[in-house]
């Protein structure tokens, strides 16, 4: 079993309004020094077998065609 | 000129575009459900309509974008068969790339549901040749991202091959698009894309009837 978490955040130079919000939000419960905020997704994901270069191949291929949207936002594996 | 409106679980703007076609062609149109993986033959304008397709989750429209049916979708584009795609339906032609760029979350963070200005920035295309080009004209938007986004090297590659076909006029941008973007066609021009609702200004009783040319160019009804 290879369990792996995939991070997508928003590309550098892409605004990212809801990031903009958090930060606000940050700086009227008090919290003092935030210099910026940016937000993304997190996926953990199991799969059913132990072969790590498949898995490293398959789940490149899941974030272009799925998890993430290239246009606007990175993507980062790591097999934990 | 057959019509097909594809149909998602969690669209909400399907009947809107039924409706629309039939006010304006007389003719009922064809459905087909998300699993389909033909258009039937014979349809010259494939409609994906607005809503929240699958909940929109994960990104809007990504989910959608994935379905059997927008393969399909693909192929008829790719045969030259016009697709229009009205905000959730213009999310998932980009999702699916059809479309170059992406919409993100509206720049106010605010769903936004109202009437706003679009300028025809091209007529001369199989959609929108009912207007006068730079005309003005009235479009309700109703949505939460419709932020149009592409890289620089996209976006000058739209404006040259005057592939914006519709921007937010008078300072009605809604969303924070990028040039204020409202609506873009494929290169080869039978693909368009575009965030406001022409099908919901079609007659009188909406307030007005703006949004009535598009149909009529599309389903080539409109006087050269």
Redesign the interface.
């Known amino acids: 079993m290879i369990t792996a978490r995939v991070t997508v955040t928003l590309k550098n130079g892409v605004l990212d309004p809801q990031g903009k919000a958090i930060e606000g939000a940050l700086a009227t419960l008090g919290f003092e020094g935030v210099d910026g905020v940016r937000q993304g997704k997190v996926f953990d994901i199991e799969l059913d077998h132990d072969d790590r270069a498949r898995a490293e191949m398959d789940l490149a291929a899941m974030c272009e065609k799925l998890l993430a949207n290239t246009v606007i936002e990175d993507y980062a594996v790591e097999i934990v | 000129m057959k019509t097909a409106i594809v149909l998602l679980p969690g669209l909400n703007r399907d009947r809107d575009m039924i409706a629309a076609i039939r006010t304006i062609s007389g003719q009922e149109p064809l459905t087909v459900w998300q699993t389909e993986t033909e258009i039937p033959t014979g349809v010259d304008l494939v409609i994906v309509p607005g809503g929240f397709s699958f909940g929109d989750y ?2 809007c429209g ?1 989910i959608g974008a ?1 379905m059997p049916v927008m393969r399909a979708v693909a192929d008829s584009a790719r045969r030259g068969v016009r697709v229009l795609g009205v905000c959730n339906g213009f999310q998932m032609l ?2 699916a790339g059809l479309l ?3 919409l ?6 605010n769903f936004v549901c109202r009437t706003v200005k679009l300028e025809v920035t091209n007529a001369d295309t199989a959609f929108t040749r009912g207007y006068r080009q730079g005309q003005v004209i009235d479009c309700p938007v109703a949505h939460h991202d419709g ?1 149009y ?3 620089a090297e996209t976006l000058a590659r739209l404006e040259g091959e005057r592939r914006v076909v519709f921007r937010y006029a008078d300072g009605t941008n809604p969303n ?1 698009s990028v040039k204020d973007i409202a609506g873009i066609i494929n290169a080869d021009g039978n693909v368009l894309g575009m965030m406001p609702h022409p099908e919901n200004l079609i007659e009188d009783a909406h307030g007005g009837a703006d949004g009535r040319p598009l149909f009529e160019s599309a389903l080539d009804l409109a006087a050269a």
Do not use: I, K, Q, T
Request: aromatic content about 4%.
């Open positions: 994960l990104r990504a994935r980009l999702e170059p760029g992406a993100m979350r509206n720049a106010s963070l932020n986004f592409a890289d924070g």
